[in-house]
């Protein structure tokens, strides 16, 4: 969806860049939303005023709120999928492999 | 944040801790609560409070709370060989998920993790559901384990994280629109923050 997304506005979308994070990678202010995530994510107290607010000044208060929330959400999907072993479709294997990354053995299916 | 926002994530608070404080299929809310408890020290690297959970229901919400990428279907198979059925692993599984939610989105939006509230008397209701199997996951699921089917083991399970995540993300009928832009967040905007919560938790899926 990230792709379709990035292509439905005739848009680049640099995938590795997402796994090296400080860069732009063909998404609107990509920047501020790494460092806006990473502080969030990893709830780091010292990051996150500054990276809130850059974001804000970006994309705006309610935008910032809103990829908050959803950086919160993946806080649970991560969690449920790596527990119940649900496996990654081969059809995500040629974007992981933009990303540089590998699917580990045990989450790789022969599902498409 | 705006005030329709403030009210939208506090109502879900409610919700769902209401819900971590009753019983439910598995657990008893005293238990959920603990989990909760042991799950928000796991994350914020704090020590794990006296609890009342067993070995492996301890264990798991530990390693499910902090690292979870390092969970493997034999460590499952060993809690079950504890005596911690399979069914109630997934119905832990979403309590924390949903604890970790909350509490991250609590975080970025400026207020204090919601207070666990008192636990509500009562048994669990033990009930499963026919018909669910093991398809390319490590848990019984109705259909192959994606996330729509990933609490289908467990009745009720599959709406809560579905609640969480259509007031945090997106509602589920909104998945397949690549246009969708909500609060100003366009969908790649979002998608990319999915995938960098994704990349930093170490989870491929």
Known sequence: ?112 | MTTSLIAEFEALCARQFDDIARASVWWTGEEKLAMAAVARAAMTGRAIPETSLGEAPLEATGRVAAEASSLRKADIERWEAEGMRVEAYVELVGVVGRLAALDTAAFGLGFDPTPLPTPVAGAPLEATVPGVDYVDGWVPTAGIAFPPTAYTAVPGATELWIDVSSVLYMPLEEMGDPTFVRDGATRAQIELVAARTSYLNDCFY
């Open chain 1, 1 to 112: 969806m990230l792709r379709a997304s990035v292509n439905h506005h005739n848009s680049d979308i640099q995938p590795d860049r997402i796994v090296g994070g400080a860069e732009e990678c063909g998404i609107e202010h990509a920047k501020e939303i790494f460092a806006l995530t990473d502080a969030v994510v990893l709830r780091d107290t010292a990051e996150y005023p500054d990276a809130r607010i850059r974001a804000e000044l970006r994309v705006g208060r309610d935008a910032t709120d809103r990829l908050v929330m959803v950086a919160a959400n993946f806080q649970q999907m991560n969690r449920m999928m790596d527990a119940i072993g649900g496996r990654v479709p081969t059809s995500v294997e040629p974007l992981a492999a933009e990303m540089g990354l590998t699917i580990p053995n045990h989450l790789a299916s022969t599902t498409a």
